[in-house]
């Protein structure tokens, strides 16, 4: 569980609510036809940009805004090197009877036992390594476009709420309701914009990074597997991939 | 047909149209001066910094949004395959006698049987490849500029609505309808960019990214093919171009 | 004569006249010191960003923004096919009869019948095509500098506007009309703007690129003529910098 | 200590207090609440973005916004130049018996005397260069999220209290402290995005290049050590990396 | 002396003067405390920023956007043909009789006499030319970070005088003053950002680009006249960095 996901979204709606609740009513802030314009107008906004399939993958991929299920590098690290004292003692072919869960990693093994030499391997797991993280970018990428179009859909529902009040100033006491509930769309756009649909898309672009900086780790480390490299020179040089303070904790 | 984007722009409108409903009556909201102002002031614009010639060519590239016509790799993928395969059984003079609805691939096969060399080949369709999809980029860059300009019109129209407001307050029942009739250009510079003109530039853009990948992983195959690599690792090679989503599905 | 520069802006102040008379009168609109400030003001400060010679030269290069002086592509690769064919039947020699209204391919062919081989004609031709263009980059970007500075100053009026009214309101009746002036620059701003600096900045940009790219096409062309390469395959190598459809009208 | 970190926020913050007490009453400007919107608010907005390891881990590092603790490069060009003299007349080995406070000058010496040779020496020094620095980066990119954020958790404080104000107007007395409560959140979200988070995301960020460019200034030194160059012309070269201003002071 | 720079504040000062003394009197639009907020608060979010050294070597740079001290290109080409010609007759080591006041030029040639080779020179030179410029470089960043910082402190000097105001809403009478009075920061900050820090910005980057060109060009000359290029041709190629209407003048 990505705790931070969930506190972040839950913290910052009570804090919402807490405003709410001390200067007024909830009632007051509830209001079905603005949720409608803002939620439907920015998502009927992104489904023209993106397409049908890719926004409903987005909200599956979002799934992992709420997951933490990266494995630490360092024991990717660990892993690897042991495969390559492995592979000095026995051969490269002595990999064959391990297995991972990791499947990049699995893939690239078995390359290298099927006797890929160092070009093929490098091109086959870079073509790879550039085309995926895809679907982490493309969620991130519909993200980032809600955070653009609620607010948009927010102000375009305040100014049809602006347009009708101004229109009928005839009684003046029911000019404040009138703006109060044309201002609700702009909240609702700015809350979903920024505590909603801005951080995920920035949670999910962090992953595909992540993803990517893992998978580099281990084209590295399956490079230098196949090279033959000393086990522990090839930790040290796949540590320079970690932050310098998880570094040191493995020392 | 791209349903996405039919569905987005007529469900975007039927909320507006909504909000409008239930707090007044359409009549507000259509003012044809507001519109003119809004819409050709913004086109002016964009036929200043593009040209008619480009200009009316997005309206036609625009249209591409609307449908949806690319065929999915994976039969892309499927073909060349069975062109590795032919070719390698019978010589690259086979491929004459099979013939493509993609006239990219028609292009690539023809230069292959024509004995360019694998640099010609390259030369040739990256070339083409570099150049080609500017149509759709153009259409792009055009409705990206309407969603530039609409609101600027929009505001500009706001504006002269205020002057004339202002410069005439001695009757205050005026004031709020001619407020409201003020705000109608700004709301139709909101709607025109964030539902229309933005999403459909992204849409083309998108077009044009997903073109360019098509042709990229034609121009790999071809030279699989030209290589005489072993089909079944072709395949496997440019399968790498697909999401991987997509790819276990074949599987 | 570039029509969509003049028809865009012509047309543009027309609709915007259109709107001001249908709402009041054409006097409210107009007030020299807030021409002034705006102009004057936006003017001021691209003047320190770019210096006077630039500034001046700006306005020089603009006008090519309402001229439309680029022959086809498909005209200038006719030429270079039949330069082809003349240097490969009497050799490159022969390219010195020739002549040409085009200053760059002039240069080229000079320095081809100098006998320049095909480095040096590369790095003189490459060197030139990355320092040209220049000038109208120049002015594109003293445009949008006048773009950026025009509503910035359009803001500093009207506040200048607002606090005269603000530290006057003894008189009800003229906080209207005092109001309506101050928002003036605002307006002349945007107009100013949206209307002709930003589209004017983003036209010559345009000429910009394609000066590039014809100049990109007769290097490539030359270096073609210069290895002596069958002329109907050159044509077709050419043709792939041009956009398709131009392309299918040739044939 | 970074004094101008120190007396920028201590000043900034004199500033607004003088603007503050000249014109009212201190009391006027303090709500918890509101400080616990857009405090509270902006933080789970940044926690949802980069997770909670990240985000305690960004305030541990902007400590370093307030300590000035890099060494001129100066001094590290003077240790490189006697370096440089003492490989020369005893050779490389010689430089085991000296020690660095500068933890990636030890790293490099270190692999020196084992023998690296030129290439490992860069592949290993580069790629920690390469992937050091991040974090002082990351909580660059964290206090850039804050200021993003702040202002919008401004803006939503101040949109609740609007709606609260709007819908009870019954009492104009309540409308003038009313709205200055709202506007509180603004006014917070506002002076901790351009007093505090956003300068300090760009000291943080200094900092990291700063960092980088005191690497590869030792990175040049100990290539330059290996190959035996002279120790003057070392120091000429180095000196370039150095602003002249800095150059001048030690000739 | 930078005219242009000068012009442009000094006029651009003399047209707001204008809009004030027209519409009201120049004493409501002087504050000390507004100015100090603004001028105070910008200078400290950037201090914290860049820090106490850099912020004073950056007014000292500034003054460079009131010089116009850089000697015509065209100057520097006849220089480097006259060096071009004295080195071909009379060898590399005559260039020692000659001497400069262009620094880098000098250091240059010192190379050059001193017998380093085209490789040595390069790296020597092109280290310098990617290191210097930076001076300039800080400065424009620091005066951009100004350009950020005033008008920010202009809104949060508004937003205090707004919650005054409207914290004392009783008497009627001084809203308007307060409200005047409230808006000059963000005048201040507008000001200041548009018409001094902005512009400066840009004409210290402007002035870091043209050493950069210069400093190319002067390695370009001397890379040739090392190769003992003809004097002409070498003319010939370095005008090509030339904008052409300076170029057609020499002629």
Redesign the interface.
Known sequence: M????I???V??MV??L???L???ELG??VDV??I??VL??GT?????????KD?T?AFKVAGN?FK?KTAPLGELIDKIEELATLARKEGLLALERVSFDDLFLQKGINYLVDGADSEQLQ??LY??LA??G??HENGSKIFA?LGD?FP??G???T??????M????DDPAS???A??TA??T??YG??L???IS???A??LS?RAEQERARKNLIIEGLLGIQKGENPKILRE?LE??????ERKKDE
Chains 1, 2, 3, 4, 5 share one sequence.
């Open positions: 990505d705790l931070a996901t506190i972040g979204i913290l910052g804090l919402i807490m405003a709410i001390l200067g007024g007051l802030f036809v603005s409608l314009i439907g107008g009927c906004a992104v489904m023209i940009r993106f397409g049908l926004l993958n805004a933490d091109t086959l073509t790879d085309n995926t895809s679907r476009g179009a948009a859909f102000m375009i529902g100014l049809v709420g602006l347009v009708n101004l229109a009928n100033m000019i404040g309701p703006m109060a201002l609700l702009t909240l700015s809350v914009a920024n505590l801005l951080p995920i920035d949670k962090l040089f320079t991939y970690m932050p310098p303070v």
